[in-house]
Nanobody
Framework: QVQLVESGGGLVQAGDSLKLSCTAS????????INWFRQAPGREREFVAG????????NYADSMKGRFTISRDNAENRAYLQMNSLKPEDTAVYYC????????????????WGQGTQVTVSS
């Protein structure tokens, strides 16, 4: 099973950018799709973006299209989430998850989660 660690979160102002990283512990990382989710206080966890095992295909939640970009570097065992034009409503804990599906995956599609990284956007 692949272990994942997120990093790159922090406190920023509205309109700023952040780039989150998801680092895997093993080279089996390259076998899995990688997804980003987020969970704001008092809200359910929601899908943000997903990328196929080879990086050829991506998927985004509608509210993130055009602002967020998911990518990966299998040689480095890392995936990224570039977030631009951040809004206060983007404030949440962001998680990466490995699995078998990058297109709105369900719980059964996901095999491993990171511990999350906090993103706070001030107005």
């Amino acid at each position: 099973q692949v272990q994942l660690v997120e990093s790159g979160g922090g406190l920023v102002q509205a309109g700023d950018s952040l780039k989150l990283s998801c680092t895997a512990s093993t080279r089996t990382f390259s076998l899995y799709a990688i997804n980003w989710f987020r969970q704001a206080p008092g809200r359910e966890r929601e899908f943000v973006a997903g990328i196929s095992w080879n990086g050829a295909s991506t998927n985004y939640a509608d509210s993130m299209k055009g602002r967020f970009t998911i990518s990966r570097d299998n040689a480095e065992n890392r995936a990224y989430l570039q977030m631009n034009s951040l809004k206060p409503e983007d404030t949440a804990v962001y998680y990466c998850a490995a699995g078998y599906n990058y297109y709105f995956p369900g719980q059964r599609d996901l095999i491993s989660w990171g511990q999350g990284t906090q993103v706070t956007v001030s107005s």
